[in-house]
């Protein structure tokens, strides 16, 4: 089995970019190798003995041994500090991770005492399957739509969208833009995105499916996605994602929907919706009548116009996926937000 390593970096080559137990072990290591060089006489790979001339070499040498005494106290010095960073890092990760495991009791409670307080639907609730039970919806998702990994696959025809529109929105520091994806499941898209460049984030009302995402590294919030956008910072995002979401949502809520999206995404931020293609007959009766908490099939222009009246500037169709007979078993809308 191969070592991990935390990511090497040049010295002074700006903010830490790994995580914060990485962060921690690279620090230690370097604590470690400041207390070997600290009792050698003359450190291994010391660049200030170096030189072509052997002659030079010697005198380099007499004097770094004459000045040692006095450099040592120095060494000790960095290395108490880096031994004391070191240990703030450790401390700092372990804190993260608790507070991680704190979040994920807290949203658990939540849920809980949700079920036990019954309330009346509000106009902002988009959680359609609430009344189902998670086991049973995602036994139904693993025997209907298939494995992680040809749902992986499927996703893979958006690169040519999210690649471009990812190089367009990053700045010149290079800083990676964010994408949110609203009812991101098991994590696929987020995890394709994340490869491609995107910083992603997940947000889903299932816990098995959060807790799934998390078991990957994918960031991810548990929660109803229309109150999460509503609710969530103004802080403009370049792209967002709503993957086979729309049919469980109640269609009240699907204006709703696009005019949130259209408000959270940044100038030149971009909206990808996939749902089942309302115009196939055969998918509609295949996949579609086969899910209990989807509630109505969306109709392509239906869904183009609601777009364009949420104030995309562009609004492309795409028709997925062909069945037996050549047609579109889904539906993609691709909007993006005018650029100033």
């Given amino acids: 089995m191969e070592e991990h390593r935390p990511p090497e970096r040049a010295a002074g080559a700006g903010s830490w970019e790994g995580s914060t137990r990485e962060l921690a072990s690279a620090v230690q290591e370097l604590a470690a190798r400041l207390r070997t060089d600290q009792d050698q006489p003359v450190p291994e790979d010391e660049p ?125 520091e290079g800083d990676s833009p964010r994408w949110l994806d609203l009812g991101c499941g098991m994590g696929e898209f987020c995890a394709l995105l994340n490869e491609w460049g995107w910083d992603a984030e997940g947000v889903d009302g299932s816990p098995v499916a959060v807790e799934a995402c998390r078991a990957r590294g994918i960031e991810v919030t548990l929660g109803d996605v229309l109150a999460y956008l509503e609710t969530r910072p103004e802080d403009p995002i370049g792209g967002v994602s709503a993957i086979q979401l729309i049919e469980h949502l109640p269609r009240r809520a699907w204006v709703h929907l696009f005019e949130e999206i259209h408000r959270a995404l940044g100038p030149g931020g971009a909206l990808l919706l996939e749902t089942i293609n309302g115009q196939n007959p055969e998918a509609v009766a295949d996949y579609f009548v086969a899910d209990v908490t989807h509630t109505w099939p969306g109709h392509p222009e239906t869904l183009k116009l609601m777009a364009e009246h949420a104030g995309f500037a562009k609004v492309e169709v795409r028709f997925l996926h062909e069945d037996h007979r050549g047609r579109a078993q889904d539906v993609a809308i691709w909007a993006v937000k005018a650029a100033p």
């Fill in 48 to 172: 200030f003995l170096g030189s072509p001339s052997s002659l030079k070499r010697r005198l380099k040498a007499i004097i770094f041994r004459s000045t040692r005494p006095a450099t040592r106290r120095y060494d000790r010095v960095t290395a108490d500090l880096a031994t004391v960073a070191a240990d703030l890092a450790t401390r700092l990760a372990e804190a993260e991770e608790e507070m991680k495991k704190a979040r994920a009791g807290s949203e658990r409670l939540e849920l809980a005492l949700r079920a036990l307080t019954p309330t009346r639907a509000t106009s902002t609730q988009s959680a359609e399957w609430s009344a189902i039970p998670d086991e049973y919806y995602w036994a139904f998702e693993q025997r209907m739509r298939g494995s992680s990994e040809s749902v992986e696959e499927r996703l893979r025809g958006y690169e040519d969208l999210v690649v471009p529109l990812r190089e367009e929105l990053t700045g010149d």
